[in-house]
C-alpha cells in the first residue's frame, strides 16, 4: 500500500523559509521511472505544480517558482524535502506530496497525501 | 509554460445526466493529459491519465479523449458522488493544471 505523508510548520512569518518534508513508504524513488512532486492549493483555489524530483535525481520546477524553489531526496529515509524561500501571504496553501508514475507514457499522479495547511503570517 | 484552460467553470446537473468538461491547451500537447477529481477538504484523486485510460478502480461511467490541444472528461450517468471539483492537467512540458470545474447536483 503507497502511503504518502506532510509533514512542516503550519504558520511561517514573511521572508522565512518553508521547509516540508514528505515521508512515503509503498514504493521506492529509485526505482526506474519514478517520481516524486509537490502541488499546493491556495484556499478555494485550483492546484498549482511546484516541483518534481525523479528516481534518477532530476529536478524540475514550476517556471514562476523556480528561483525560490527547490527539491531534493533523501532515499535511504523514503523522504522528499521541498524548500520556499522569501514566504508571502500569496504562499498560504494547502502543499500536497504525490507520487508520479510513468505509465502510457506520460507521469501521472496516483497515489497523494493528506496536504497540509501551511499559513504565511506575521 | 503550456496552460490549460477549463470550462465550465461549475455546473449544475440532475443524477443519470451525461456530463462533459473540456479543456483547451495553449499549445499542442499530444495526449499527456491527465485528470482528477477532488472533493472538498480531501487530496485529488487520479481518474485518467493519457487522455483517455481509466484509472484503476475509478468507476467506467468516467472516460476521457482528446489529442493536440482540445480534451474532454466525461461522466455518463452523474451519480451523488460524483459531485467534486475536476482538474485537467498537461504534463508535455512541466505540469500545468486547469482551473477546476465544479459539478454539483441538481
Do not use: H
Not at chain 1, 517520481?35 to 525523479?54: F, H, M, N, T, Y
Not at chain 1, 514562476?64 to 527539491?71: G, Q, W
Not at chain 1, 507514457?105 to 495547511?117: H, K, N, Y
Amino acid at each position: 500500500q503507497v502511503t504518502l505523508r506532510e509533514s512542516g510548520p503550519a504558520l511561517v512569518k514573511p521572508t522565512q523559509t518553508l521547509t516540508l518534508t514528505c515521508t512515503f513508504s509503498g514504493f521506492s524513488l529509485s526505482t526506474t521511472a519514478m517520481c516524486v512532486s509537490w502541488v499546493r492549493q491556495p484556499p478555494g483555489k485550483a492546484l498549482e505544480w511546484l516541483a518534481r524530483i525523479d528516481w534518477d535525481d532530476d529536478k524540475f520546477y514550476n517556471t514562476s517558482l523556480k528561483t525560490r524553489l527547490s527539491i531534493s531526496k533523501d532515499a535511504s529515509k523514503d523522504q522528499v524535502i521541498l524548500t520556499l524561500a522569501t514566504m508571502d501571504a500569496a504562499d498560504t496553501a494547502t502543499y500536497y506530496c504525490a507520487r508520479g508514475v510513468m505509465i502510457a507514457g506520460v507521469i501521472a499522479l496516483d497515489s497523494w497525501g493528506q496536504g497540509t495547511l501551511v499559513t504565511v503570517s506575521s | 509554460d503550456i496552460q490549460m484552460t477549463q470550462s465550465p467553470s461549475s455546473l449544475s446537473a440532475t443524477v443519470g445526466d451525461r456530463v462533459t468538461i473540456t479543456c483547451r491547451a495553449s499549445q499542442g500537447v499530444a495526449d499527456y493529459v491527465n485528470w482528477y477529481q477532488q472533493k472538498p477538504g480531501k487530496a485529488p484523486r487520479l481518474l485518467i491519465y493519457a487522455a483517455s485510460n481509466l484509472q484503476s478502480g475509478v468507476p467506467s461511467r468516467f472516460s476521457g479523449s482528446g489529442s493536440g490541444t482540445d480534451f474532454t472528461l466525461t461522466i455518463s450517468g452523474l451519480q451523488p458522488e460524483d459531485s467534486a471539483t475536476y482538474y485537467c492537467q498537461q504534463t508535455y512540458t512541466n505540469p500545468f493544471f486547469g482551473g477546476g470545474t465544479k459539478v454539483e447536483i441538481k
